[in-house]
């Protein structure tokens, strides 16, 4: 279940074994920072038939802001049947995705999780490439991708960036770019750059940059894209 007992939106898990007469104490699940003023939501859970358990949810720890509308990502929490213990959190989606205004669309928002024989099957809509998709993706039980497949599309807005990792130069191709944006983990804003004619094909000077891993956000006239890369 989800609550603000810490102040922000966070994931907890509690169980009976007596058919609801009493329960264990509950614990959080979510192990991003306490208190973090980052909320979780879209919370789903499955058993496989071996007694397993899944617990998924919608996570902005990597968000840039506290709020419902901000970047996210699904992140997932396992437990063995013979374990007391949940897994480290592991993310689902593989890269973070920019808050859109269609999800706020009655039937637009969800998330779907199933759990069988030691492999997660996860559906779910996000908009990575600036219109909402549907996603199918199968993995292990450590958070290894076997397969992804996008079901359906709401448009396409295709958007390259290359190379990844990247030593100097980072190609940004899409069509209609107005705003480019990098952030460091901390989410601390270490590049941005506004155009005020929409350009297709961008290389950025990044020989200034700090060696490690970054988040990049791509805003065109279709939506707003955002992925990861490394600097190497």
């Given at each position: 279940y989800l609550s603000a007992e810490l102040g922000d939106l966070?994931?907890?898990?509690?169980?009976?074994?007596?058919?609801?007469?009493?329960?264990?104490?509950?614990?959080?699940?979510?192990?991003?920072?306490l208190s973090?003023?980052?909320?979780?939501?879209?919370?789903?859970?499955d058993f496989d038939q071996d007694g397993d358990l899944?617990?998924?949810?919608?996570?902005?720890?990597?968000?840039?802001?506290?709020i419902y509308?901000?970047?996210?990502?699904?992140?997932?929490?396992?437990?063995?049947?013979?374990?007391?213990?949940?897994?480290?959190?592991?993310?689902?989606?593989?890269?973070?995705?920019?808050?859109?205004?269609?999800?706020?669309?009655?039937?637009?928002?969800f998330m779907c999780i199933k759990l069988q024989d030691d492999t997660l099957n996860a559906v779910w809509g996000d908009t990575r490439t600036?219109?909402?998709n549907i996603w199918f993706q199968r993995m292990n039980t450590k958070g290894i991708i076997l397969s992804s497949h996008q079901l359906s599309a709401g448009g396409t807005n295709l958007i390259e960036i290359y190379p990844n990792p990247v030593n100097s130069k980072l190609k940004v191709k899409a069509e209609s770019?107005?705003?480019?944006?990098?952030?460091?983990?901390?989410?601390?804003i270490v590049y941005n750059k506004i155009y005020t004619k929409s350009k297709n094909d961008i290389e950025l000077n990044l020989t200034n940059l700090k060696s490690g891993s970054y988040f990049i956000q791509v805003k065109t006239r279709e939506g707003i894209f955002s992925g990861k890369f490394i600097k190497a």
């Open positions: 966070d994931v907890y898990f509690m169980e009976s074994f007596d058919k609801g007469f009493s329960w264990t104490s509950s614990f959080r699940l979510n192990d991003d920072p973090n003023n980052r909320m979780q939501d879209l919370l789903w859970a899944i617990v998924s949810w919608r996570d902005r720890r990597n968000g840039s802001d506290s509308q901000t970047d996210s990502e699904i992140w997932a929490a396992y437990r063995n049947k013979d374990s007391v213990n949940f897994s480290a959190n592991f993310q689902i989606t593989n890269q973070i995705v920019a808050y859109d205004s269609v999800l706020d669309n009655s039937g637009n928002d600036g219109k909402l770019i107005l705003e480019i944006t990098i952030y460091n983990l901390k989410q601390k």
